[in-house]
């Protein structure tokens, strides 16, 4: 989550070193006027900045194969608080797959700087014609714990509940054990 975001800053940083002058860094440098004391960040006896900056920002991303969504894409988007041991996010997710779709709402937390993280969600799961071990064409609400031991690789398992009324064709449980295995959420 936040490798990525740092390697990205820190090329963007290095070509606008690059791009530009000593003239002009000299005469931005020559702008920048002191703040007040009242309108600084509050920091410890060490200097760091305390305060808490949350953001509205991309979360996460992924590519998964699991059940019930077989291959699947995953987007999430929410405020996000980065900090120099871990970053948070409250986020919204959707993930679309070849066996159905799925809308989730969660906290994730990174943990580390080497792309591990975990993630608690709840959401809806609809399933489409030819779900993996799942009812064909269903609703199901629940929850799924997400983990990424490494490099945002890792997986995901959640229970998950359909609801409405079934014909009494249906026959296979209510409950439905979600999986996925990949890279991101």
């Known amino acids: 989550m936040s490798l990525v975001r740092a390697r990205t800053r820190a090329l963007a940083a290095m070509l606008c070193i690059a791009g530009s002058s000593a003239v002009v860094a000299r005469t931005a440098a020559a702008q920048v006027q002191p703040q007040p004391a009242a309108a600084r960040a509050p920091r410890d006896s060490s200097g760091a900045d305390n305060s808490v900056r949350w953001q509205f920002d991309q979360c996460m991303g ?3 194969y699991g ?5 699947a894409l995953a987007y999430g988007m929410g405020y996000v608080r ?3 041991t871990s970053d948070w996010c409250v986020l919204g997710a959707a993930k679309v797959g070849l066996g159905g779709a799925s809308l989730n709402v969660g906290i994730a937390n990174s943990l580390g700087h080497f792309g591990s993280g975990a993630a608690l969600t709840a959401g809806v799961l609809r399933t489409f014609d030819n779900p993996l071990r799942a009812t064909a ?3 199901y609400v629940g929850a799924s714990l997400h983990l990424w031991p490494l490099l945002a690789l890792g997986g995901e398992v959640g229970v998950y509940t359909r609801v409405g009324k079934d014909p009494a064709s249906v026959t296979a449980g209510r409950r439905l054990i979600a999986w996925s295995t990949g890279f991101g959420f």
């Open 62 to 64: 992924g590519l998964t």
């Open 137 to 139: 064409k269903r609703t």
């Open 67 to 71: 059940a019930p969504l077989k291959w």
């Open 82 to 84: 980065e900090s120099t």
